[in-house]
């Protein structure tokens, strides 16, 4: 098995992103069957994997909900990562906007861990920095689950450097994730820097590219109607067909190793360090297979330098999230 290290927390080298599995529309990731998405979880658990990701907002409630009857009575080697940080109301509607309050952060963990039917949450994220209150306070509040053993590592996602610096300081900070891949590297100017510098894990979530770095997708015209992809700026008329320049090359390398884009894609990641695990979103067994073989894949330095040329940092066209995403990452 590949092991690979967040912090001091072991996990297979490629985890799997539970968000397709239930609890989104059916205009993010098509429609999801339960009974594929737990026999998918269990497959995954055969060949492996350790490390699942979801959170509290994917439903709300119903992710967790999912993974928990999947992991029952084989909970044991497992590492389950879920994340809190939004306004959801008694309703469980949709949410109202961030809230890193201690409150919160408590009110979450106890909804969590009984969706989740489990004691302890291995990684227990803030989904989103909270502009309104300090990241000291927040991280305060979730090392306080910590001393009481209801979470064991903690962990931020799309936080800046500077953000991550004032966290651990609170206390160690085993994982951040935030978006990385071929055709989003931002993160390696400042912040993947940063977190190994403080000995923090990097969780690449979106490692695909949304689907287009799986080379699957030749046009727009391949995407259904109300795909939420048709209003990405990177998949937009203008900016499609100058990111298929990237597919291209990672085709042609996935066809001399004997294998699939989206392995290339992946194994582009975890060649990018020893502290760096990918979690690819799955819902089906064939895609989880899939994304888990890329762990066997080893790309050269010739493959290395042609993907670095194709997909440069800063060069893909169109920015990854409309203004309003975008305005929330990094902070």
Known sequence: ?????????????????????????????GEADEGESIATIHRAIDLGVTFFD??????????EELLGRAISGKREG??????????????????TGVDS???????????????????????????????AVPIEETVGAMAELVREGKVRHLGLSEAGAGTLRRAAAVHPIAALQSEYSLWERDVETEILPVARELGVGFVPYS??????????IASRADLPAGDYRLNDPRYSEENFDR???????VKTIAARHGASAAQVALAWLLAQGEDVVPIPGSKRRTTMEDSVKAAAVTLDADDLARLDA??????????????????????
Not at 54 to 63: R, W
Not at 106 to 131: F, K, M, N, W
Not at 243 to 249: K, M
């Open 101 to 131: 309050s201690p409150e919160n952060v408590r009110r979450a963990c106890e909804g969590s861990l009984r969706r989740l039917g489990i004691e302890t949450i291995d990684l227990y994220y803030q989904h989103r920095v909270d502009p």
């Open 78 to 95: 497992l590492v389950i990562a879920t994340k809190f940080g939004f306004r959801i109301g008694t309703d469980g509607g949709p949410p």
């Open 1 to 29: 098995m590949q092991t690979r290290y967040l912090g001091e927390l072991a996990v297979f080298a490629i985890g799997i992103g539970c968000m397709p599995m239930a609890g989104v529309t059916k205009g993010m990731y």
């Open 243 to 249: 990111n298929l320049a990237i597919v291209d090359v």
């Open 207 to 216: 490692p695909l590219g949304r689907g287009f770095l799986t080379g699957q």
């Open 54 to 63: 979801t959170a509290e907002v994917y439903g709300p409630h119903a992710n």
């Open 310 to 331: 194709a997909a440069p940092r800063g060069k893909t066209a169109g920015p990854r999230y409309g203004e309003r995403m975008m305005a929330m990452t990094r902070l």
